[in-house]
């Protein structure tokens, strides 16, 4: 049996979980949550509450209640979610990932055919979009907050930029393998649940001192319900950023909205360009937030809803801007040939990030004097990245 298939948590989950309906959900297996009614799957300490995947979920349940959690863990990675293109993995690939000790995170995404969402997980750490995500929480997440909830969380980054600043961190996929990822290569003391956040979240009323969601808003459906659940999860702030505007050329599928109708939704918010607050993050000052009107052609909008900016109270804040203190910090990948600028990992790949990500450049680092291991991490040419990236 694998070790990380067998892998179930002992006890009850940092927060409690409830069903699309609200009911609340309780252990009746080591291997599964009810609601009284509706049994469902948990594989590498992961409850598995997708809705619209009945069958799914019913044979995986059958595979755990046989003793088989590794065919349960090869169903659960071989599903997608609705936007995904190109070929599914091979069933020997999947159980390739599953098994071997020796697969990195990188050969994990390529063995499950991640295709292009690979290369922007393996190397979002220099993104500009995720400095922006940084800079986004740095304004708006409270002081000493003590759980941090990120929707459509991914393979789990932010997650654990919240951990390594001792903040539990609870992350809401509708993809079950990048929770799996997250679980095994980057935020493994994350608490995960593999649900569809247009369904509701799982989580009870008030429960996160906040709420994030970034580079993923413009992709869900029915974004009033899932910003409303946001804001029913949250005690404090909402935060979402790099979320598309449907006015403005865009590299990325998706179903944006304009900046008018993000603003309407989050009518007490702190408004951000997005690209403001990757450049607020370069230069290490606070971002300019601007009315929706002068937003109105951005090419992605970020914003804080409830509970204001925390810019005024800088001596509260929690530094997202820097690793932390003994942080192993490493080249970065995109620059190990040696160049004047970064070697990108596809021409898809450099089309959408290499404009903006000039602070990569050798030139851009020439002014600095002297060149600091501080700034080199702020420029992202020196990271902090997982053991097994």
């Known amino acids: 049996m694998s070790a990380f298939a067998s892998r179930t948590r002992a006890g009850e989950a940092t927060l409690p979980l409830r069903g699309a309906d609200g009911r609340a959900l309780r252990r009746d297996t080591e291997h599964s949550w009810t609601d009284g009614t509706t049994r469902f ?18 044979a995986a349940l059958a595979d755990l209640d046989r003793g088989e959690p590794d065919a349960a863990l090869a169903r659960l990675l071989a599903d997608r979610d609705d936007w995904a293109s190109g070929p599914p993995a091979r069933a020997e690939d999947v159980r390739r990932a599953a098994e071997s000790p020796a697969v990195g995170l990188r050969e ?8 292009p969402v690979g290369d922007y997980f393996a190397y979002r750490w220099s993104d500009p979009t995720y400095l922006s995500g940084l800079r986004l929480l740095q304004s708006g997440a409270p002081a000493a ?105 865009n590299h990325s599928a998706g179903a944006p909205w304009s900046v008018a109708e993000y603003a309407a939704l989050a009518h007490a918010s702190v408004l951000y ?16 937030a601007q009315t929706s009107a002068a937003l109105a052609g951005c090419t992605a909008l970020s914003w804080i809803d409830g509970g204001g900016a925390a810019e005024a109270t800088p001596s509260r804040q929690i530094d997202f ?23 990108w990992p596809s021409a898809r790949y450099a089309e959408e990030y290499g404009p903006a990500s000039g602070y990569l450049t050798r030139e851009a680092l020439q002014p600095l004097t002297p060149v600091t291991t501080a700034e080199l991490a702020r420029r992202r040419v020196l990271l902090d990245l ?4």
Request: hydrophobic content about 50%.
């Open 41 to 58: 799957p948990i594989v590498a300490e992961i409850p598995f509450l997708r809705s619209g995947r009945d069958a799914l979920r019913e």
């Open 108 to 115: 994990a995404m390529a063995l499950l055919a991640y295709g």
């Open 145 to 249: 907050p003590r759980i941090f909830v990120e929707v459509a969380c991914g393979i789990g980054h932010y997650l654990r930029e919240a951990l390594q600043r001792g903040i539990a961190a609870v992350g809401v996929d509708v993809v079950f393998s990048k929770l799996w990822l997250a679980r095994r290569f980057v935020a493994e003391d994350a608490q995960l649940v593999c649900a569809d956040v247009a369904s509701g979240l799982p989580l009870p009323d008030a429960s996160a001192s906040l709420v994030f969601c970034h580079d993923a808003f413009y992709f869900l459906p029915h974004k009033a319900r899932v910003h409303a659940e946001m804001t029913r999860v949250s005690a404090g702030p909402v935060l979402v950023g790099h979320a598309h505007n449907r006015d403005a050329e």
């Open 273 to 288: 360009d997005d690209a403001e607050l990757t450049r607020a993050f370069l230069e290490a000052r606070s971002p300019v």
């Open 321 to 343: 801007t820097q690793p932390v203190p003994g942080a192993t910090l490493r080249l970065n990948p995109l620059l190990a040939g040696g160049g004047l600028a970064p070697v």
């Open 386 to 389: 997982p053991p097994r990236w």
